[in-house]
């Protein structure tokens, strides 16, 4: 229920201010599940990708952004069980397990569940490698994936701006149901589940109109970070 309140409390301000804009909506089943695949961008996708779609989006979050405290913490918590993020720990090992379990009891109840492959934001505005786990989502649960790309919310909203800029149009293209069948009964095969995901991730690059970098965003904000202080040190 609180979902509807915040989606209908900020989706018409959100349309008054921003504009936004949609393509291919009608490639979103009207029930039963799915799983949106989207890249990652900004902040803002959060707002702006299951604003464009009239079902609840799930999506899973990292628990850090439920155990925080005070203030902060509290309209952290609040935001993101509004738009539908359901709390996973993500270290890895038995989480990961733990994570993918939640999710296929998501799709199994008829949801659509929303992941970002990247794991984590784009550092730079181009779309990294994906991590898998998206592969092994869509043929245990057998429902359809449907590339979900975020266009120009990096530019409105980059990391580390707290608010969006004014002016620029966000937008969101929906592409076609992905059909991964002939690889059902195949999850525990590492190449499989590395053709899927690049096949994921292909239909994004496609769909954004971003340059496609074959390593894992993770990493390239770890090496940005490095390369700024040694930056840093020189001065």
């Known amino acids: 229920m609180f979902y509807w ?10 349309h008054l201010v921003f504009r936004p804009w949609t393509e291919g909506a009608d490639n979103v089943p ?3 599940p799915a799983i949106l695949a989207g890249n990652h961008l900004s902040f803002a996708d959060h707002f ?47 989480a990961s397990e733990a994570a993918l379990r939640t999710g296929l009891r998501i799709l199994r109840e008829g949801h659509i569940l929303g ?9 730079d505005g181009r779309l990294y490698k994906g991590k898998t786990g998206v592969a092994r989502l869509a043929l245990e649960s057998r429902v359809p994936v449907i590339p979900w790309a975020m266009v120009d919310t990096y530019e409105m909203m980059p990391p580390g701006r707290p ?31 590395r053709a899927v995901t690049d096949e994921i991730m ?17 990493s390239a904000k770890v090496e940005m970070e490095r390369a700024a202080r040694a930056a840093a040190a020189k001065h």
């Not at 969101?172 to 991964?180: C, E, H, I, S, Y």
């Not at 292909?202 to 390593?215: C, I, P, R």
């Open 115 to 123: 992941i970002y492959p990247e794991g984590t934001r784009s550092p």
């Open 163 to 193: 608010l969006p800029k004014l002016g620029i149009r966000p937008g969101v293209r929906f592409g076609k149901p992905l059909d991964f069948s002939r690889y059902y009964g195949m999850e525990d095969d590492r190449l499989v589940l």
């Open 48 to 94: 702006f990708g299951p604003l464009q779609i009239r079902r609840k989006v799930i999506s899973l979050g990292k628990a850090d952004y439920f155990t925080g405290s005070g203030i902060k913490g509290f309209f952290t918590r609040l935001f993101f069980s509004g738009v539908g993020t359901v709390p996973i720990d993500r270290s890895g090992g038995k």
């Open 5 to 14: 309140v915040v989606k209908a409390i900020l989706g018409p301000f959100l």
């Open 202 to 218: 292909y239909a994004l690059m496609e769909l954004s109109g971003q340059e496609y970098v074959d390593k894992y965003a993770a």
């Open 30 to 32: 009207r029930e039963g």
